[in-house]
């Protein structure tokens, strides 16, 4: 489905975000299945993720243990870093020449 709309990039991470464990009659393979690619990372329903949107201290700052900022850190780790731009004395970014 997703690659008919063109919506698939090189170097995607498909996640399932506030899953229940399949008790709500929503298969995980089912999901797949419609998606037509594996799930890479499937993050559970918790507490902390209400708590961290009310308070406005992000999960990954806070550094807990609950199982979707482990979750996080581990899709984190997974995307490779961008690298700077260039600056110059200024602190201006320089033009690339070619």
Request: glycine content about 14%; aromatic content about 0%; hydrophobic content about 40%.
């Amino acid at each position: 489905m997703l690659g008919e709309l063109g919506l698939v990039p090189a170097r995607r991470h498909l996640v399932l975000n506030n899953s229940d464990g399949g008790s709500s009659g929503l298969d995980l393979a089912d999901v797949e299945q419609t998606v037509g690619a594996p799930l890479e990372l499937v993050l559970p329903r918790h507490s902390t993720v209400p708590l961290s949107t009310n308070t406005g201290a992000p999960l990954l700052q806070k550094g807990g243990k609950d199982p979707v900022t482990r979750g996080l850190q581990t899709l984190v780790g997974r995307i490779p870093p961008v690298a700077a731009p260039v600056r110059g004395r200024l602190g201006r970014r320089r033009a690339a020449v070619r």
